[in-house]
């Protein structure tokens, strides 16, 4: 299952700016950009174990809701239901855009992965971590920190990920630019000594 053109697109185009060093003029590497590999280990297990530890959030949280659900007020009852549900569609959504964004050296993907983490999963675990009328629980806080930590590692590791990525492609871009640009000037003097020959 791949996102839609128009989104790979947008996404593709924000990574470019984004990422983009503009200093650098040549590939960091003597080997071909071709042949580099760009995904980040850290960041692979990062996500690994980040689905592991996902249901083990999910069910603690449910259940300390269930243990404080009768002395939170109405407004919290609803919202703290709202953010759970919230956090737990992002968070599959998340780790998909992040196993293939990274495996695959996918750029949109990846773009679409550090997006969520950075503006909406973070936020929302933050707001459950400090808000105190929410009356957190020790297990709570304790498993809210952990999903912080994962959350904040995934960002920037996969900040720096896409940055190499995007760095690669425009390399393997201008190479390939320079190569047909090369090809079009050696047909053209071929086709001179040719004209020549006549």
């Not at 947008?10 to 700016?17: I, V």
């Not at 650098?24 to 042949?35: F, I, K, L, Q, V």
């Not at 909406?120 to 808000?131: M, R, T, W």
Request: contains cysteine; aromatic residues 12%; hydrophobic residues 50%.
């Amino acid at each position: 299952m791949e996102l839609p053109e128009p989104v790979r697109l947008r996404l593709g185009n924000f990574s470019r700016t984004v990422f983009r060093d503009s200093n650098r003029t040549e590939p960091e590497d003597s080997e071909g950009p071709d042949n580099e590999v760009v995904s980040s280990l850290a960041l692979q297990m990062s996500l690994y174990f980040n689905a592991y530890f996902f249901p083990l959030w999910w069910m603690s949280s449910i259940m300390m809701l269930q243990m404080k659900y009768s002395i939170l007020p109405d407004y919290y009852k609803f919202i703290v239901v709202t953010v759970i549900i919230l956090v737990t569609l992002i968070e599959a959504i998340r780790l998909y855009l992040g196993y293939m964004g990274n495996l695959q050296e996918k750029v949109p993907e990846l773009a679409g992965f550090w997006l969520l983490s950075l503006l909406l999963q973070l936020p929302l675990i933050l707001f459950l971590l400090f808000n105190e009328g929410l009356t957190n629980l020790p297990l709570e806080k304790a498993v809210h920190i952990v999903f912080t930590a994962f959350l904040t590692f995934q960002a920037v590791s996969a900040f720096l990920t896409l940055r190499k990525m995007v760095n690669q492609l425009a390399t393997r871009f201008h190479l390939q630019d320079f190569d047909r640009l090369s090809a079009n000037r050696g047909g053209v003097r071929t086709m001179r000594t040719c004209l020549e020959e006549i």
